[in-house]
């Protein structure tokens, strides 16, 4: 019998640093990005000012990534994802991971693709709320890469899958389980704390979808744990412009200011572990909790690569292959 043609299944990411080394030109590369960050002075100026930038962001940055581990656990996660969906999806599908600011890069894994006789592909991006900023700038760079690199590369692209609703199972999932833990007499007390990664305040001006379909994973999340009080904010603010509210760091404030003792943290906009998962929350806000007289501070475990996150996202490959017109 003849081998089946190979079908790529494309994983799109941020990408993290690989090494304490890697975290300058990582964030340089991010820096660089007018499609996430539109530096001052002008496009001409972009490149040089992400130089001075991740130069001196680096420094403390760095300090962050060495509390994880020394490096971002992203590709790690990733690939185990496009591992175990392409083997949900059985073959002829073909793992890959392409990373917008580190690597594998597109230009690497696109390279690899021709190199495997791959001329058909879906791309899915991992950011599940759509925003120019990364999805956008992700699926453009890939477009971009594959037009030079693959020219011959046929794919199509899942771009947003906010109320996919395996995935909004699995992480009410991951919310039964991290209450589980409470005692029984507590759980009932126990706040949601929802936490989506926050955008400047002009890209929702502008139109870009992502607040919307954020309040839509959390409705569609509620909805399936049943009624009970949740919160929202918005975390990893970097820059001196206007970010979306609320902070994170302010409601946490808040439910402390109202005398609640339990507080569960749910990471929505992250599908893997990272420096944003790890540092921010693991370490930052849960001294920040505790020092409020937040006594139990938890988080909902990552995604990565939980057997209801997997089947779901096949599931979401399958869909995606039924009702399309492209050649994939
Ligand atoms: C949905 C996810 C993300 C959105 C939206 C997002 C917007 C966004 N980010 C920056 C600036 C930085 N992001 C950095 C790291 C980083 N960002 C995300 C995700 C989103 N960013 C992740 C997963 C990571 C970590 C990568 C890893 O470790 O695996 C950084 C570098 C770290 C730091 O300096 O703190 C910067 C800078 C902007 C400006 C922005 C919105 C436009
Ligand atoms: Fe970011
Ligand atoms: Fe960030």
């Not at 073959?91 to 006789?117: C, H, I, K, N, Q």
């Not at 590369?153 to 996919?164: A, C, G, M, N, R």
């Given at each position: ?251 946490l404030d808040?439910?402390a200011?109202?005398?609640?003792q339990a507080v ?18 693991d370490i930052e806000y849960s001294e920040h909790a505790r020092k409020q007289g937040i006594r139990r501070f938890s ?30």
């Amino acid at each position: 019998m003849p081998e089946p043609i190979p079908i790529g299944l494309v994983l799109l990411n941020m990408g993290g640093p690989d090494s304490l080394e890697a975290v300058e030109p990582f964030l340089y590369n991010l820096f660089s990005d007018r499609q996430l960050i539109q530096l001052p002075l002008g496009s001409v100026l972009q490149r040089p000012f992400a130089r001075i930038l991740s130069h001196f962001r680096a420094r403390k940055v760095r300090e962050n990534y060495r509390a994880i581990g020394g490096k971002s656990p992203q590709l790690r996660w990733t690939t185990l994802q496009a591992e175990g969906i392409a083997a949900a999806l059985g073959s002829p599908f073909r793992p890959y991971v392409a990373m917008r600011y580190w690597a594998p890069r597109a230009e690497e894994t696109l390279e690899r693709m021709r190199a495997d006789g791959v001329s058909r592909a879906v791309v899915l991006s991992m950011y599940p709320h759509y925003t120019g900023a990364t999805t956008g700038s992700s699926i453009d760079d890939f477009r971009r890469t594959a037009a030079r690199v693959h020219p011959e590369l046929q794919f199509s692209v899942i771009e947003q899958w906010f109320d996919w609703p395996g995935y909004l199972d699995a992480l009410a999932g991951r919310i039964r389980a991290a209450l589980e833990e409470y005692h029984e007499l507590m759980r009932d007390e126990v706040q949601i704390l929802f936490s989506a990664h926050a955008l400047p305040q002009r890209f929702i001006d502008r139109g870009d979808p992502y607040l919307e379909q954020v309040l839509a994973t959390v409705k569609g999340t509620m909805q399936r744990l049943g009624e009970r009080p949740w919160r929202l904010g918005f975390q990893s603010r970097s820059g001196p412009v206007a970010w979306m509210e609320p902070d994170t760091l302010t409601v946490l404030d808040g439910l402390a200011d109202e005398g609640y003792q339990a507080v569960l943290m749910v990471p929505i906009s992250f599908v893997s572990d990272h420096i944003e998962t790890l540092h921010e929350i693991d370490i930052e806000y849960s001294e920040h909790a505790r020092k409020q007289g937040i006594r139990r501070f938890s988080r909902t475990p990552s995604l990565n690569d939980h057997p209801d996150f997997i089947a779901a996202m096949a599931d979401l490959v399958k869909f995606h292959l039924e009702g399309t017109d492209a050649p994939l």
